[in-house]
């Protein structure tokens, strides 16, 4: 059995056959599509808006029930 050689250093290929992620190194659109890492994205405005909406809606429900 003969190992394959990279021709340019004369040395053997390296064998990514039992790293785990050798499967996803080739390209970027490898990757799966992963929903969370698209709403943390957005979690820096929602937050904020979100809190403010909560306060409004709050000081609302205090000032009609006085």
């Known amino acids: 059995m003969t190992l394959p050689v990279d ?3 004369n040395a053997p290929a390296p064998d990514n056959s039992h790293d785990p ?3 996803i190194a080739g390209s970027p659109d490898a990757r799966p599509h992963d929903p969370i890492e ?6 820096p405005l929602v937050l904020p808006l ?3 909406v ?3 809606l709050l000081a609302f ?3 009609y029930m006085a």
């Open 7 to 9: 021709a340019s250093t």
């Open 21 to 23: 992620r050798a499967h």
């Open 38 to 43: 698209e709403v943390t994205k957005v979690i």
């Open 50 to 52: 979100a809190g403010g």
């Open 54 to 56: 909560l306060m409004f």
């Open 61 to 63: 429900i205090a000032i």
